[in-house]
Each structure stands twice: as C-alpha cells, then as structure tokens.
C-alpha cells in the first residue's frame, strides 16, 4: 500500500464533512459514507467475532471476509471504481456450502443465540443486512454496473447464518428452535 496514515487527528471533519479518497469533500450523512460506515461495523463485528473463535479454518475464513470488506469499503470512497470482484461472491457461496454439509438440515427457524462466538455471529449477520440495506439505498441514487456489492453481502450474512450454527456444535449448545405463537409456553416468571 503506497498511503500510510502519518497523522490520524487531522481535525477536517469536525464540520461534518470528511473526504473521498479523490480528495471529494462530503457530508458525513452522504451516501457514500453511510454506506463505508455500515460495512466498517460489520468488520468490526468479525474482528469481535475473531477473538472468539478457536478453529483456525473458521479464523481463515473470517481474515478473508474481511480483506474483502475493505475492498469493498474501498468502492465507497473511489465513487465509480469497482474493486469487489464477482468471484469473491464465488468464494463466500463456497464457504456457505462446505460448512453446511456438514449440519442437519433446517425444518424450522432458528433464534439467534446459542454460546457467546454464535451469538456474536449473529450479531454480525443483521449488521451486514444493514449494511447491505445501505448499499441498495446507495445504488438506488448511483447504480454501478456489474457490481458485486449486494451479492456478496447477501451471501456474507448467509455465511454467517451458517456459522453461527456452526460454532454452537463446536461449543455442544443446541440451537434454539422459535416456536409458533400457538406452540408457545409462558415462561416461569413472566406474566
């Protein structure tokens, strides 16, 4: 990488402006920015995420997501370049399905939690269904051509779906299955 952060508090934004990567001043609300935001808090989870989980395999997996989500961070502050490329959606459909192989199928719908690193991931899945929620929004007013931006975000949070599940058989805690309203007990205490 040929720029290195030499100074960090540079004071430019206390306006509520910051700057694109073309020097672009922006409103810190600006689409672009929201967007680089919502997809910085997703890896942010990962990295949380990663200081929880122990299986190198899954470690490897979430190191390359998210390299993938600073490229794809990268898109947001270069407006009109694509840097995502279609086979990094590829990649993820491919995690989805080896990792899957190896649960029971689903024949009803999972609460999220479960041990701490697949509650965690969880958290992770519904941030990235919002960042990718702002990125329909972004596209909306700026559609690129070609991009992997929505794809590989869908698959991300399916991904994440997955391991979650698989990291509770990893920590031997059984999922917990949503009832449907009639099937429901109250629970001891609750009124």
Known sequence: MSYRLSQITTKTGDTGETSLAGGTRVGKNSPYVCALGAVDEVNSMLGLLMSKVVDPDIQRVIATVQNDLFDLGAEFCQPGKLVLSSERVD?????????????????????????EPAAICHIARTTCRSAERAIVSLEQIDPIASSARVPYLNRLSDLLFVLAQVLNRHAGVAEVYWPSTAGRTTRVGST
């Not at 459909?93 to 479960?114: M, S």
């Open 91 to 115: 990649y993820v459909g491919q995690e989805i399905e080896r990792f899957n192989a190896g649960l029971p199928p689903l024949t009803e719908f999972i609460l999220p939690g479960g041990s």
